[in-house]
């Protein structure tokens, strides 16, 4: 009995193998995500990997806009809670978010704004419907990983994760071997990579007790007030980069966003 115990002491804690699963993660995603970069940037057209730049930086600019960084109450409220009461607080900002972004790309389409807007992003107008697909693909799975780790099931996001930059490089590697290394193509393979991670993602959630989980008003009420203000420190060290790029693509051309 002592020894059991003794043993079970010695056990390493949950918290430190979640950070060591989680640096290993971010280690091999980095090398691939290396890789892949590398491939892109070398057979890759100079001005379509400029246009991925501004995609990608897009991507990351709007879509801290539109989640309104409302996950940030929610994350505090959901650990220790009653199933149900976790799912509503995922299915309250989920919908907040999936209605923000609705709102937005909605009213440019009624006002006739979409040229203006893109133009303004200095994205393709023939790839809008595309980049829209995968920001919300994006602002889906992230809300989803966020609530897993809210529930410490962190692997499952590492997990993610991987699985999506390990696609995209076999995406890249099979394109390079067919011919077929277009921005378009690999934007298509790169959707269906959030897709895959979209389902897996799914897997690791009660879709059940999600439906049936009630909409929580505090996280109108109250969660604002801890999401708004957090806002500008997301936006401060992203904008730092993006603007750079958009202002050379403005100014100058996507050949030398690339």
């Not at 990997?49 to 996950?71: K, M």
């Not at 940030?72 to 923000?100: C, D, W």
Request: net charge positive.
């Amino acid at each position: 009995m002592a020894n059991h115990l003794y043993g079970k002491n010695r056990s390493m804690p949950d918290y430190l193998k979640n950070i060591l699963h989680t640096q290993f993660f971010s280690v091999l995603n980095i090398i691939i995500g290396f890789i892949s970069l590398f491939l892109l940037i070398k057979y890759l057209h100079v001005e379509e990997y400029g246009e991925y730049v501004l995609i990608q930086g897009f991507l990351a600019f709007v879509g801290l806009i539109i989640s309104q960084n409302i996950y940030s109450y929610a994350r505090l409220k959901i650990p220790g809670t009653e199933v149900n009461i976790q799912y509503g607080y995922l299915k309250t900002v989920m919908s907040l978010v999936g209605g923000f972004y609705l709102f937005i790309f909605i009213a440019i389409c009624l006002f006739g704004l979409g040229e203006i807007f893109w133009n303004f992003f200095e994205i393709n107008l023939e790839l809008s419907l595309i980049v829209l697909f995968m920001l919300a693909l994006e602002l889906i799975n992230a809300e989803i990983m966020r609530f897993l780790i809210a529930l410490k099931n962190i692997h499952v996001k590492n997990y993610a994760q991987f699985f999506q930059k390990f696609f995209i490089l076999i995406s890249v590697i099979g394109l390079l071997f067919l011919d077929f290394l277009t921005l378009k193509n690999f934007l298509y393979l790169f959707i269906t990579g959030q897709i895959i991670v979209f389902f897996y993602l799914v897997k690791h959630i009660q879709v059940r007790s999600f439906l049936n989980a009630p909409f929580m008003k505090d996280v109108i009420q109250k969660g604002y007030q801890i999401a708004l203000p957090l806002i500008p420190i997301g936006l401060m060290s992203l904008a730092l980069n993006y603007t750079d790029t958009l202002m050379i693509a403005k100014m100058i051309d996507k050949e030398s966003v690339a």
